[in-house]
């Protein structure tokens, strides 16, 4: 069985998103909608692993939509990629729970991003924080899905969502009934950096808002906080060996070289020897220049809460007509009886 090319990505609505998120996924989402069919979620189903309960509904909504606007204002077309929520594909959780059954303890023991985030407490981190990469397998493979873009933090889960899928169809003679779906892994910015620790990746959990540029921030904002970055007292380098040891340098010419669509090298040589004052005041304008325009039309979106909610629906209609079909072949081999 060939399995036709398939692209499925998500973010989480936790937090507003912002530089790193763009220049990380949302940018690269863009170009490869032009090369193959894409589906695009928004991971609700993922944000109440470690934050549910009362009085968090309103806020898990409003974040929700506020993800699917900037995944529109960045530049996914909701007409021919479908963006949707999987809170409402039902068939994201049918299928986690047989997965659920088909991984094994000591697969999901080797998850470090479980160690990490549930820290020196984890008998007090929910059962869904642990199970988080059985969901995000079934998010990918229930509709068969051949390439995700992933960070380097995630490339862990997406090993598990491969032995998962072969389990599978080794457990119930399904060869090439699952694929084995590919990372993708694009850009040299994808890890941007925090503006204040250039050691630390640019966090939408940071206490600090002055570490991250947040897509909903407006011009003066942006400048502002390009400006206050960390930096270090020598000029800027004249070539990549100078920036040994020195992260903040390094992260600000990513960005720069990432936002103009330049090699990083070319931009060192634009800038070599001068001073990081004239080199912020070319950063700020630039990336005012790129993402206010989308911050700008995030609002003109969230203003309208009922159409971004009309695109959900209809993105979750199409995900579910490849979803369905996928679901009911594999209660069938499982033995569900319909």
Known sequence: MSHKPLVLSGMQPTNTLHLGNYLG?????????EDMPCLFCVVDMHAITADAGYGKSEELARSTREVAAAYIAGGVDPARTPIFNQGQVPEHAELSWIFNCVARLGWLDRMTQFKEKSGKHKERASVGLYTYPVLMAADILVYKATHVPVGEDQKQHLELARDIAQKFNNDYGVPDFFPQPEPVIMGTATRVMSLRDGTKKMSKSDESDASRINLTDDADAIANKIRRAKTDPLPLPASKDELKDRPEAENLLNIYAALADQNRDAVIAQFAGQQFSGFKNALADLTVAKLEPMAREMRRLLADPAEIDRIL????????AIATPVMDEVKRRVGFIA
Do not use: E, I, Y
């Open 25 to 33: 996924a949302l940018k690269n989402w863009v170009k490869m909608q």
């Open 313 to 320: 629906k209809a993105g979750a209609r199409s995900a579910r």
